[in-house]
């Protein structure tokens, strides 16, 4: 192995342009779903809280209670947590706005 490749190395990750560049790419690419999972933070604090912790937004609340209990609940019946999650099969189905996709799928989860 070259010594080039060895930590502390000369362009092993010492050269500041090189890390910021990296840093840059890293957030770039990760970008999308940050955007996604943003959007979703800002549904699910009706009534919630959110908090940095270790560069980390993590969000606490009603809608993200139900939404886990939904996903957990079509998990334990053999599906899939995502597609037979009763709000995204209402919203799928429906195309309502937020407050009326919640009441309808919890409508749709009593009668299951």
Not at 8 to 35: C, D, E, F, I, Q
Not at 54 to 80: F, K, N, T
């Amino acid at each position: 192995m070259s010594d080039s490749y060895a930590p502390g190395a000369a362009g092993s990750g010492n050269n500041p342009m090189m890390m910021r560049t990296s840093r840059m790419l890293a957030y770039l690419w990760a970008a999308p779903a940050t955007a996604l999972g943003f959007l979703f933070a800002l549904i699910a604090l009706r009534g919630g809280q959110a908090a940095i912790v270790d560069g980390v937004v993590e969000v606490h609340g009603p809608l993200v209670q139900w939404y886990a209990a939904a996903s957990l609940w079509a998990l334990m019946r053999g599906g899939d947590f995502y597609l037979d999650n009763v709000f995204e099969q209402a919203a799928a189905n429906e195309g309502v706005g937020l407050e009326e996709h919640f009441v309808h799928a919890l409508v749709i989860s009593a009668g299951s």
